[in-house]
């Protein structure tokens, strides 16, 4: 189990459970933010995600063999070559279904797919941060004020380009912008 868990991505996943397991915070953020969900995978059950890796890999070495004896000379050149060699990928038929991956998607997924949200997602750090006695807590090497009533208690501190933003309890109760 425990082996399980150093191999587990960090970045999204913060705590192994297989019926609840702990999302890291922005990262739930942007699932709420997109409507959707994130389910993944149980750590070192490589069957679980089989299907889309193979997918990828399809993609990877189909482009990568065809660009293998081309030369260019600028970024906007070869991704111009990749999104034709994509386009044709996509428009291609695949002998076991007799149809391609663009008739396909056409067929099954557009038809259920949601507009994006009309606002962008805004990236927000969040750190775990104790008040200290001067009601004050720290992130980034600044101090930020909290309610006196909270001394010593565990806060989250949500970090935007634009705001600093402090919450108490599980709740998530936001105090106020610092």
Not at 25 to 41: K, N
Request: proline residues 4%; hydrophobic residues 35%; charged residues 30%.
């Amino acid at each position: 189990m425990q082996r399980a868990r150093e191999r587990e991505l960090k970045s999204g996943v913060t705590r192994s459970n297989r019926y609840e397991p702990g999302i890291q915070r922005t990262y739930d953020e942007l699932a709420q933010h997109y409507d959707t969900v994130i389910f993944p995978a149980r750590p070192e059950s490589p069957k679980d995600k089989a299907k889309v890796e193979v997918g990828v890999q399809i993609a990877q070495r189909w482009i990568l063999a065809r660009l293998r004896n081309q030369t260019f000379f600028s970024i906007y050149e070869m991704n111009e070559r990749i999104a034709e060699l994509l386009e044709d990928l996509n428009t291609r038929t695949m002998r076991r279904y007799k149809a391609s991956r663009r008739d396909l998607f056409e067929k099954l997924e557009r038809a259920v797919l949601k507009p994006l949200p009309a606002t962008r997602f805004s990236y927000g750090e969040w750190k775990k941060a104790r008040v200290h006695i001067d009601y004050h807590v720290v992130f980034d090497d600044h101090f930020y004020s909290a309610p006196y009533q909270l001394v010593g208690e565990e806060v989250w501190i949500r970090a935007t380009g634009l705001t600093i933003e402090i919450f108490h309890n599980e709740l998530a109760r936001r105090l106020a912008p610092a």
